[in-house]
């Protein structure tokens, strides 16, 4: 059992998961029919390709019997046409019926996410029946296992593609256009995922993860997860659940309220990623990095070294005083 309270039972850290995250290894009932159609379009390549080749030894160096029949205008309409016509067509309804529910419209009671693809990060709330949001999160997404959860697909600059291989296809992101993918999870665990579709600069560290809880673990995450911080008792003091002052002064001083949001202070940016439990989250930089102090005052200090092109700029006028006293403090909340 894991004593770190980030990680619910059975899970492993996404390191040890490997990455590229696993694609032939489905762990829901929406990529295991993917996974099906995919073996069957490789298993169809592998027999098509050998037929071919045979035909093609057979026209070049097998008797002239056999050549005088291969050159025929009636092999070439049935090998040549209709059999390539047939097959394609089966595999096309075969693969449009199989993703079919998997892009099905939200129907009543079923969870919905909303996750947006941004340069180059994920920002994610969850909704409501009614579509409204209840919870700001950012490139981690928590769902309970054994049940279906919709996810409305935005994105807010280019296209990007959603990606989680082992809880379902892809699906892209599109300016101006809401898509609509379905996944779930059959077990506990971090499962990775990725932007697969290029989207400029540092396009391949654009990573997430999907956590699957256990189901009462999840409404416990969730509770958590849509508190805020209680709020200053009076301007210019320290937040009395968090007990760092030092790191919370430098975070004020500094502006970076004007880009993140962290819920029952007055830091309320939208350019960037919700803070409000950002020391809890798995990993930071969009996936890419361990989320412990360390990497978080190095990501503070200059994340252009790390993940070059984001839109975080670098502070290198902190002092390393006062990026432990930041990165302390930003790993206080829970």
Known sequence: MSTDPRIPDGATPRGLEGWPP?????????????????WVLVVMVVVVSLVVLVALWLALFGPRAWRRRLGGETLILIAGFAFPAVVLTGLLIYG?????????????????????????????????????????????????????????????????????????????????????????ADQAGAFGGQCAEYCGGPHALMGLVVVAHEPAAFEAWRARAAQPLPARSEPGAPVPSIGLPAGYAVFERSGCGACHTVRGTPFNGQAGPDLTHVGSRRTLGGGILPNNQGTMAGWISDSQAIKPGNRMPAYPVLTGQELRDVSAYLESLK
């Open 22 to 38: 696993p694609v032939l290894d489905p762990a829901g009932p929406m990529s295991q029919p993917l996974n099906t159609l995919t």
């Open 96 to 184: 449009l019926t199989t993703t079919r529910q998997i892009s099905e419209p939200p129907r009543p009671g079923e969870m919905r996410i909303r996750v947006t693809g941004e340069m180059w990060w994920w920002r994610v709330a969850y909704l409501d029946a009614q579509g409204r949001e209840v919870i700001q999160d950012a490139n981690e997404v928590h769902i309970p296992v054994g049940r279906p959860v919709v996810f409305e697909l935005d994105s807010a600059d280019v296209i990007h593609s959603f990606w989680v291989p082992r809880l379902g296809g892809k699906m892209d992101m599109i300016p101006g256009r809401r898509n609509i993918l379905r996944l779930q």
